[in-house]
């Protein structure tokens, strides 16, 4: 049986089920998902943006659903003390995908902000749901869209209405818990009103140890001068797969900060498109990528200039060690129009042994003639001469390449406007450098 | 303290020292002169153990100990310190982690329990003063951005730090204005006792004077 067909079979014969425990603004998708599934089936290496990835492959095994929505006995609360110090946030669970709706903290979010399960939300606020579900992911040009669209049940659903800021951080932690291997569909929706401004930190953690497929669809709209930073942080172990498809949409004076970090994981795919859709708008987007033994990350990025005056800033570094094997694909696109364009795309790559292997390709298409673009990538290994003069002081050869390895991550966790995150973060790299455990305290493991 | 027997060394199959002889003891000061390209630098990277360096005959004793086995770290610990002739930039690792990192090494070979925070940030001050650097040292990367007078006194600040038995200082003096080879002549004269030797490599005869 090829790796689509046990999808397309499973879509058919669980269709009632799946719809049974979701709600109808998920439902309304899902056969025309499923079509398209069906004609895309999964990339092959053929197709340009998936070229690092065997995703047949990831997706062959037989993995467990909970289409039934059997309640995971599990108190995050408990079982899972991810703090950061310092860092005073709203903190969620979402265990699966399912948001975990007991025992919530008694965090005062502004009036009208939404912060829950997306299910729920479909239900409560379906016209809102309605509007933007599915609008940016669209089914009919990628696999993985599809498929999640088809599949997925619940997730989260934040929304900050016109001109409200929440001041205080949201921290959203996707815990994964299973007694088998498990396959989950997750869905992400946030919506930032005019002039709303939030600042989020999604944490990734897999508390089993048990093969976990995820498949994540983040649909992100940023409205009118409206103020986005989103921390993304994979920290799970090496039995996990994880496919995450994030859209952003910028409108007009809008800025967005979105930051990648992957700590620690088995397999991993991020894709990450932003379009500027109205003119002044702002986006940072950075990844850091920490991988050895036979870990794989695959960041493929588009920022798309589709309005003038914007500006975005790209910074993606990688540390290798072991047997990893990575990649890194991004395309800046300024289109016809978008005059006064200033985009700048780095990626560097540091690389620990002889077989860590990073593919490489940053890319520039330019239809505009008044912009100032540069896109760029450095492959190198650690200096030899900053190596003996730490080693001439006496710090031990190990102990000089993690501090070396370390500086040249800094500069990316140095983006990080939140100074506690900034903080945890350092210590968490460092930790991770030195090979202990790279887990938060409370996490049952982390291999 | 210092014992070097007929050693032969070569860089990239090129063999630049033949043969070399010296003994140090403690509380002397060797000057080493001679033109470009005599092998001055080779001889102090052979005895710190510059791995870009083979020795192909030859022993350096160092306090009783045959050295050329050990790791450049270990022969660190031991207590040999190269102030080197072009200091070497470290964009991103702080002056802070980086003394803290290498004392902390010396300490556990020593056998001594890593520095408190707060004592160590104490010495940081101390020593600094000796050489005349500013407080922002401590949050700047190694050598980033550090002028020629600034590096070399910096190589004297780590030696403070890190207290050395043996020294070698490879052209300290080289590219200095009088006042900071002031500040590095009489920072490096403090840092002597009886128990402590030196090695300067040089290529003027008049600047160790001062």
Known sequence: MSAEQQYIELYQETKGMLCRHSAQPLNALREQAFEDFKQLGFPTRKVERYKYTDVAEAFAPNYGLNLNRIAIPVNPYEVFKCDVPNLSTSLYFVVNDQFYDKALPSAQLPEGVIVGSLKDAADTHPELVKKYYGTLARTSKDAINALNTMLCQDGLFVYVPKNVIVERPIQIVNVLRSDVDLMVNRRVLIVLEQGASVKMLFCDHAIDDRNFLTTQVIETYVGENAHLELYELEETHVKNTRFSNMYADQQTYSTAVLDNITLHNGMTRNRTDLTLSGEYAETTLNGLVIADKEQQVDNNTLIDHKAAHCQSNQLYKYVLDDKARCAFAGRVLVREGAQQTTSQETNANLLGSKEARIYTQPMLEIYADDVKCSHGSTVGQLGEQAMFYMRQRGIPYDEARMLLKFAFAADVLQTIKLDALHDRLNYLVDKRFRGELSKCEGCKMCK | ?210
């Open chain 2, 1 to 210: 303290m210092l014992e070097i027997k007929n050693l032969h060394a070569s860089v990239n199959g090129k063999e630049i020292l033949k043969g070399i002889n010296l003994v140090i003891n403690d509380g002397e000061v060797h000057a080493v002169m001679g033109t470009n390209g005599a092998g001055k630098s080779t001889l102090s990277n052979v005895i710190v153990g510059n791995p870009a360096y083979e020795v192909t005959e030859g022993e350096i004793i160092f306090n009783g100990k045959n050295i050329l086995d050990m790791k450049p770290e270990e022969r660190a610990q031991e207590g040999i310190f190269l102030s080197f002739q072009q200091p070497v930039e470290i964009p991103g690792v702080s002056m802070t982690n980086f003394m803290r990192a290498a004392l902390n090494a010396k300490r556990k070979h020593q056998g001594l329990e890593p520095l408190p925070a707060g004592e160590f940030l104490k010495l940081m001050r101390e020593k600094r003063k000796i050489v005349e650097l500013d407080s922002k040292l401590a949050n700047r990367s190694v050598n980033e951005g550090f002028s020629g007078g600034e590096k070399k006194r910096n190589e004297i600040f780590q030696m403070a730090m890190l207290e050395p038995t043996f020294s070698i200082l490879d052209e300290t003096d080289s590219g200095l204005d009088v006042d900071a080879l002031r500040i590095v002549a009489e920072g490096f004269n403090k840092l002597r006792t009886p128990q402590t030797s030196a090695m300067v490599i040089t290529t003027t005869s008049d600047c160790w004077t001062t």
